[in-house]
């Protein structure tokens, strides 16, 4: 049996995946991350992006949405505290698509009241969102 450790993903609504893994890549706050079982402890940021999973004893791996949040590494369990998480199967593509769209047009509109970090934020999410959704496509 292959090395592993243990992964939790959670959000503030529910807990996305808990399970053994092989190997858990993510998008940290300063470039891609990859964490395998015997790691040095870390706690980073997360940006939006996709946390891939590699489950023991499965060939495919999982795949979740994280709109940014934190992650910390021990030697033995890896957790994700996501702002939001979505399931690769449960993304929607025409919402997120939707989403980029109205963040474009708060950023674009000079004469609104709008909060622009938020509508950065929420710019940076859709596109990340629709990235994870064609790097999953690809995937399949």
């Not at 395998?36 to 499965?58: D, E, F, Q, Y």
Request: glycine share 8%.
């Amino acid at each position: 049996m292959a090395h592993t450790m243990r992964v939790e993903v959670v959000s503030a609504e529910e807990e996305i995946f808990s399970g053994q893994a092989e190997f858990v890549a993510l998008p940290g706050e300063a470039g891609e991350l990859g964490i395998l079982p015997g790691h040095t402890p870390l706690i980073s940021r997360i940006r939006p992006g996709a946390v891939r999973i590699k489950v023991s004893g499965k060939a495919d791996e999982e795949f979740v949405f994280v709109a940014g949040g934190i992650l910390e590494v021990q030697p033995e369990v890896v957790t994700v505290l996501a702002d939001t998480a979505i399931r690769g199967g449960d993304l929607d593509e025409a919402k997120a698509a939707e989403a980029k769209r109205l963040a474009e047009e708060s950023l674009a509109n000079k004469e609104s009241t709008i909060d622009y970090a938020q509508a950065q934020a929420e710019l940076a999410s859709a596109v990340a969102q629709l990235a994870a959704i064609q790097r999953l496509r690809q995937k399949r």
